[in-house]
């Protein structure tokens, strides 16, 4: 038996929230989520295997999920679970980190995998732009965790399973920030993590129009275009949703041809766990041709439209 | 509007050498200012460009910030002066340790209206320091924030989040982490760099700070290269018909 016992879970979104739940129930003997949502959603995480929920509320148009911070903080110290996995978005890392403080923590963040160990929770996560995996372990009483989408499969629904749903009352924020609008973000809609085959693009590119070889031949491969940071910020020639790197797309694809793009630890890490890496790049020297199955020391510019051809001729 | 911005010294990420038993080493490595910090001092200077103020650079970290490139660095990209906290222990701090050292500083320092932080250090990038000294410091606290408007005694703030954009107005003072995209920091010219030599820059050990060695919240047991893939490593040279040819036909034998 695990000699972590309480177990709680919090996240932004209800499917992440049912991930956390699965690993809660892995990690210790009694998992607690804690959810904003409708009282049906609060009961559905009893069958997802919470023994509790702490429920907060429907949400508020008004309301942020952060202004909940004090409430959750408060339930913190009146209930002393041993860790807390919370869903690392934007608002969930915002979160982590004020919970962290409050208790005099530090958060153990992205852990790809949580031990318990000795009578305290050891993660390992990325660390060096993914030059290293560095595995660590809590020494406060209350330990907080994030953890990505992946990590845990939601278990699912047993409508056999009881539990307790505890209505929390909402602690008003001593500063509030407020929202005065939304935009819908401008973005392309691309999902790199899933794509089986992607033709990537970097600084070997002196124009922008050059983009277009790389995306026709995206188009004969059935590839998914995709770029290294300074293409997607600073040059801005492609949306960031197409950047793969430590900061952005982490994929893993059956193949991935790496046009012009010399291989920083920061992309690279982006990349590792594609099945096949080809390169083509003109500088002998360039990293990206020590982690390559395949390559080509060449100018892209000469290389590319050849390999458009054959592409085109196969196809035919 | 006084502006405090925060950055990290990292290791140069190429000069870091993967030992045989996958520890890393960092002996050869240069050091250099986190990548995403440079969008947070870009920031701070775009603030105090709009809204009139100065911007003071905050770091604290072991005794390689004491280099004077590295002071150089951060100085010739805008700020009027620059603090330091230096102790050597404090160089490995996990972020509640780092926020708490700034904390100490930012106190010490004196009033201010904005700190900034960059999205996350570019070595190990927890993403946290920003949101854990908002919360220590106890102002308004936000982190994404990918454009940031003065408007009066406020900031009106974007905060891109994974599916929308969020517009927000803070009330000062803040702690507020700014996205990679936020900016394009700026490339100091000469003249920038041998101003910067002559700029104050103020050192304290954590004692002057009123920091306890306290004790760390984690501990790290190891950090290890991972084991690498076996690649194929099939490199040809040149832009011939050949060439292409053989990489052509390797790439369809790996399409299914």
Known sequence: ???????????????????????????????????????????????????????????????????YVETIADLLKKERPHLLLIQPSKRG????????????????????????????????????????????????????????????????????????????????????????????????????NLAKRIVSVGRGFKNQADIKMAEELAGLMEAEVGCSRPVAEGLNWLPIERYVGISGAIVKPELYLA????????????????????????????????????????????VLPLLIEKFKARKQ | MKVIVCYKIVPEEQDIVVLKDRNLSFDRAEWKIGEFDLNAIEAGMQIAGAAGGNVTALSIGGKKLESSKLKKAVLSRGPQDLYLVIDEQIGEADSFLTALALKGAIDKMGSYDVVLCGEGSSDLYAKQVGSQL???????????????????????????????????????????????????????????????????????????????KSA?????????????????????EGESEEVVEKLFENICSELH
């Open chain 2, 216 to 236: 760390k919240s984690t501990e790290i047991i190891s950090t290890l290269a991972p084991e690498q893939a076996d690649r194929k490593q099939i490199i040809l």
């Open chain 1, 93 to 192: 890392m915002l979160i982590a980190g004020r919970l962290a403080a409050g208790l005099g923590t530090s958060v153990l963040v992205d852990a790809s995998e949580l031990i318990s160990a000795d009578e305290s929770i050891h993660s390992t996560h990325m660390v060096y732009g993914g030059a290293a995996f560095r595995k660590e372990k809590a020494l406060t009483e209350t330990t907080i965790a994030t953890v990505g989408a992946g990590v845990y499969t939601a278990l699912p629904e047993d409508p056999a399973r009881q539990g307790e749903v505890i209505e929390v009352a909402f602690v008003e924020p001593a500063i509030k920030i407020k929202r005065t609008g939304k935009k819908v973000k401008e973005s392309v809609s691309v999902n790199l």
């Open chain 1, 259 to 302: 046009v012009g793009i010399s291989g920083q630890v920061q992309h690279m890490v982006g990349i590792s766990q594609s099945r096949v890496i080809v390169a083509i790049n003109k500088d002998k020297q360039a990293p990206i041709f020590k982690q390559a199955d395949y390559g080509i020391v060449g100018d892209l510019n000469k």
């Open chain 2, 134 to 212: 908002g919360q220590l410091l106890n102002v308004a606290t936000i982190n994404a924030v990918s454009k940031i408007t003065p408007d009066g005694d406020q900031l009106i703030v974007e905060r891109t989040l994974e599916n929308e954009v969020e517009i927000l107005e803070i009330t000062l003072p803040a702690v507020i982490s700014v996205t990679t995209d936020i900016n394009e920091p700026r490339i100091p010219g000469m003249k920038e760099i041998m101003a910067a030599g002559k700029k104050p820059v103020t050192q304290w050990s954590i004692a002057d700070i009123g920091l306890q």
């Open chain 1, 1 to 67: 038996m695990s000699s972590v016992k309480k177990v709680w879970v919090f996240a932004e979104k209800q499917d992440a929230l049912a991930q956390l739940c699965a690993g809660a129930a892995q990690l210790g003997q009694e998992v607690s989520a804690v959810v904003l949502g409708t009282k049906d959603e609060a009961e559905k995480m009893i069958k997802l295997s919470a023994d509790k929920v702490y429920w907060l509320g429907n949400p508020k148009p008004e309301k942020m999920l952060e202004d």
